[in-house]
């Protein structure tokens, strides 16, 4: 299957500054990119879809200025939490899944803000 | 909008019993539907996933799930559970035409040695 790989894989940061999640798919290029966030004992949320060369597709109730997506190359997109606060922690996954095929998920990124 | 409900949220069984996880999805189109474990503190494995074809579905570790289309259903089941099968279960579905997955709200299963 395809591999995707994230990283961080943790992060801890301060609240008020950002951080920058990277997600590359190693051996495939993806026009289409999928992030997701899932808090403890939750279910994982759609958060964006991520589409190369263009902007990125958020779900109803994500901010869009926090949660900034590139997807400037077929093999990489990023997802920046801008001005992150405690309540942005969480579990962050990124995947590719084509339109017949099952989803790749990357490692994950345990984002705790301080 | 789509939507996948799962129905049981907690439980709890002993080893040996017979497992069945109930997955309802809300979209028209067609759709691909996929089961999903989580293991505590690991990450997303597949368990199985259905396309086309036959409705009922194997997969891995002795889990199968059967599609009813009329049903909108696509339920997980296991004759015999095992203490190892105590876990986090996400039932999926995935539009054909968009790619992206849409999780239900997630299984906890307790398995009691």
């Known amino acids: 299957g395809a591999v995707v790989s994230q990283h961080p894989s943790w992060v801890i940061c301060k609240s008020g500054t950002s951080v920058k999640i990277e997600c590359r798919s190693l051996?495939?290029?993806?026009?289409?990119m999928f992030w997701y966030r899932q808090f403890p004992k939750q279910s994982l949320m759609l958060m964006a879809t991520?589409?190369?060369?263009?902007?990125?597709?958020?779900e109803q109730g994500v901010e869009k200025d926090k949660f900034l997506i590139n997807h400037a190359s077929l093999t990489l997109s990023t997802l920046t939490v801008t001005s992150a606060h405690p309540e942005d922690s969480s579990f962050y996954i990124c995947?590719?899944?084509?339109?017949?095929?099952?989803?790749?998920f990357g490692q994950g990124t345990r984002l705790t803000v301080v | 909008a789509q939507s996948v409900s799962q129905h049981n949220h907690h439980v709890i069984l002993s080893e040996a019993a017979s497992l069945e996880l109930g997955c309802n999805y809300s979209?028209?189109?067609?759709?691909?539907l996929f089961w999903y474990v989580q293991y505590p503190g690991q990450h997303l494995q597949l368990l199985l996933k259905?396309?086309?074809?036959?409705?009922l579905v194997k997969g891995i570790k002795g889990f199968e799930a059967e599609f009813i289309k009329s049903k909108f259903s696509f339920n997980l089941r296991k004759p015999s559970v095992q203490w190892s099968d105590t876990a986090e279960y996400f039932c999926?579905?995935?539009?054909?035409?968009?790619?992206?997955?849409?999780f239900g709200q997630g299984t906890t299963l307790q398995v009691k040695p």
């Open positions: 999926a579905v995935n539009e054909a035409n968009t790619g992206k997955l849409i």
């Open positions: 991520s589409n190369e060369g263009s902007k990125a597709t958020y």
């Open positions: 979209y028209g189109g067609t759709v691909n």
């Open positions: 995947s590719f899944s084509g339109l017949n095929t099952e989803a790749f």
């Open positions: 259905y396309f086309s074809g036959d409705p």
């Open positions: 051996d495939f290029q993806a026009t289409t």
